[in-house]
């Protein structure tokens, strides 16, 4: 008897997890792409993902060089 088809435990939400998280998921799912072994529809909800993940950290990143800008600004 097979075991049915299991789906890999789902990624938590991007505002879910720290920005260093998200980058080692980027990472991750970017290998899984490349190494070409994966079925066309686990490709494409990994695609998903990672543009996902990709808008968070350069979300991220933008409030990050405001903030930084910020304190640059209030401390010449």
Not at 20 to 49: F, H, N, P, S
Request: glycine letters at 4%; charged letters at 35%.
């Amino acid at each position: 008897m097979t075991e049915p088809n299991k789906s890999p435990k789902k990624p938590k939400e991007p505002k879910d997890l720290p920005f260093e998280a998200q980058m080692q998921r980027l990472e991750e799912i970017v290998g899984i792409l490349d190494d070409g072994e994966t079925a066309l529809d686990e490709m494409l909800a990994l695609y998903e993902e990672g543009m996902k993940r990709s808008q968070y950290c350069r979300e991220y990143l933008e409030k990050a060089e405001q903030k930084v800008t910020l304190i640059q600004s209030q401390n010449p």
